[in-house]
């Protein structure tokens, strides 16, 4: 058995960082199990599903790393979908209701005020062929729902362990609304069904969706899924998340230069045994993925958490891992060593690339101290030893040492009071621009 597992976002907003979360763990435990990877877009939703979200959320994924091995669309199966409500209703397991919202939630507000749950009655069962036919007669559609047996359902969560739930205890579930649209549970059962899905990751909001959801599977002759159920994502306040409202879009990280292997690194080990650490490959986090490490706790999201993690990632990434997106084609290793430990994001190596090659007006704090210090520069080749064999000859010759010595070269070599050691830097400036720099010119 191939283990397959399918990310199913539905395109009404933009993926946040807790959709990245579950987006990255189906991801993880894919890879790490040798299996699939579905991206299925859970499009039903006529009015709220735009294309813009649709082509967001791939973009999104995209960055993450998150391949996926196949697309799917919810809107080109509802013949599908329609084919097989045709069947439950044939067998008696997906029936008519007549009532309002209005009538509905007045029943439920009885039901509370008589301390009862709020479950389905199932009176559209009793309905007589006269009272239905009143009701089409008044303009009414009817919703349908799918009859639960009265029994227990019982699974074991990769997550929380032993589950169940009894089918008395819960309502029958609308699968098609009043309209003829299709809420979430059909063609997501009809999909998973269809695409051989082995394992469902999801929040654990969808918990109490899990029981009727097996009882479909086995309703259509399928066979459930293991499931996993991860506690939902919070902000640091415990404030909940809103692809709607962009509440730390993927976006918006991307737009403020965060490292996709930073957010990954974040998110992969948020409620888990593991300590929060950079990794540099999402192979790397595969290889560490397994089910007894999450926790049952609210993880919740600090970006100052992904602020350490981008800055450490960053700092300790090797030439390799950053050529492609450097933007600066004649930037070579030594370049990128030299400046990495200050960067606070990639795109703030093209200003030292700027300093090491492009014109700089100087900033000179005393001219005759840097006219002196251009005079005892060396012949090139230059190297690390450079910097300190040249600054030591400069302090001999004026008695300078210390800050009165080393911040007054800074200046003039890269306008900026502090940044890369200027041993590794120096190499990178030359000499021909050392000299016009300390001299006062341009260059």
Not at 10 to 20: D, F, R
Not at 307 to 318: I, M, N, P, V, Y
Not at 421 to 441: C, D, M
Request: glycine fraction near 8%.
């Amino acid at each position: 058995m191939t283990v397959t597992l399918r990310f199913a976002p539905s395109p009404t907003g933009l993926l946040h960082v807790g959709n990245a979360r579950i987006a990255l763990i189906n991801w993880l435990f894919v890879r790490a199990s040798g299996g699939r990877f579905i991206l299925r877009l859970d499009d039903t939703d006529r009015e709220r599903s735009k294309p813009e979200f649709a082509e967001a959320i791939q973009r999104d994924l995209r960055w993450l790393g998150l391949a996926w091995d196949r697309l799917e669309t919810q809107s080109s199966r509802l013949e599908r979908y329609a084919a097989v409500a045709e069947a439950l209703k044939a067998s008696g397991r997906l029936y008519p209701c007549w009532e309002t919202a209005e009538e509905l939630d007045f029943k439920r507000k009885l039901q509370m005020a008589r301390g009862r749950p709020p479950v389905y009655d199932r009176s559209a069962l009793a309905l007589s062929r006269d009272d239905r036919l009143k009701y089409e007669v008044e303009g009414r559609r009817p919703h349908w729902r799918f009859k639960l047996e009265h029994e227990e359902v019982r699974w074991d969560d990769c997550v929380r362990g032993a589950s169940h739930y009894h089918g008395a205890n819960l309502s029958d579930p609308v699968l098609i609304r009043g309209d003829g649209t299709f809420l979430y549970t059909l063609p997501s059962v009809v999909d998973d069904i269809d695409f051989g899905v082995t394992h469902v990751v999801r929040g654990e909001d969808h918990v109490t969706n899990t029981a009727p959801q097996i009882q479909l599977f086995q309703a259509l002759g399928g066979t459930p899924p293991a499931f996993a159920h991860l506690p939902l994502l919070t902000g640091a306040g415990g404030e909940g998340l809103s692809k709607r409202l962009g509440s730390g879009s993927l976006g918006e990280l991307r737009e403020r230069g965060v490292e996709p292997m930073a957010l990954c690194s974040l998110l992969a080990r948020l409620g888990t045994s593991d300590a929060i650490v950079v990794s540099h490959s999402l192979d790397e986090l595969a290889a560490g993925f397994a089910w007894d490490k999450f926790a049952r706790g609210t993880p919740k999201f600090d970006p100052a958490e992904l602020e350490r993690l981008d800055a450490r990632l960053l700092h300790t990434a090797g030439f390799d891992e950053v050529r492609d997106r450097l933007d600066l084609p004649e930037a070579d290793e030594a370049f990128w060593l030299a400046i990495r430990a200050n960067l606070t994001q990639l795109s703030d190596a093209a200003q030292w690339w700027a300093i090491c090659r492009a014109e700089l007006a100087p900033v000179i704090e005393d001219a005759g101290f840097t006219m002196a210090a251009a005079a005892l520069l060396p012949p090139e080749p230059w190297d690390a030893g450079t910097w300190p064999a040249w600054t030591g000859a400069v302090g001999q010759a004026t008695g300078r040492k210390g800050k009165a010595l080393f911040h007054p070269l800074r200046l003039a070599l890269t306008g900026r009071e502090n940044g890369p050691e200027l041993k590794t830097l120096l190499p990178l400036i030359g000499r021909v621009r050392a000299e016009a720099r300390l001299s006062g010119q341009r260059a």
